[in-house]
């Protein structure tokens, strides 16, 4: 599973965005490095050591479209294991924004206008596409 997520001051106002208006465009934050692309990365590891210490099977984490944005992966896990994981990733993530003082929005659409929205989805793979030429078992119609 792969659960996005915007970090937020506490009144509301995007982590790391300026108080009086808007960073940059959308672009350059995605997978960002650096002190002027990414906002909030020692709360993303504090929850990603946490996960770890916990017995998550959390596989990774990046930033976002969205400046103050991220995302942690879970998995690979079978079954209801999977939501019971998701879950406490979730726990954990709003604990640890807790103690940075930040606020850890779900929100599918936090901030309004033309900016990225956040969502949790899963990629799965069957027997058949891992096999050799498998991907014939793949259906690009959405696309």
């Not at 210490?53 to 079954?79: H, K, L």
């Amino acid at each position: 599973m792969e659960q996005e997520y915007t970090l937020l001051d506490i009144d509301g106002h995007p982590f790391g965005w300026p108080k009086n208006g808007f960073p940059g465009p959308q672009g350059p934050y995605y997978c960002g490095v650096g002190a002027n692309k990414v906002y909030g990365r020692d709360i993303v590891e504090a929850h990603y050591r946490a996960c770890m210490y916990a017995g998550i099977r959390i596989s990774g984490t990046n930033a976002e479209v969205m400046p103050g944005q991220w995302e942690f992966q879970v998995g690979p896990v079978e079954g209801v294991e999977m939501g019971d994981q998701l879950w406490m990733a979730r726990f954990l993530l709003h604990r640890v924004a807790e103690e940075f003082g930040v606020v850890a929005s779900l929100d599918p659409k936090p901030i309004k206008g033309d900016w990225n929205g956040a969502g949790c989805h899963t990629n799965f793979s069957t027997a058949a596409m891992r096999a050799p030429g498998g991907i014939k078992c793949v259906s690009f119609k959405s696309i």
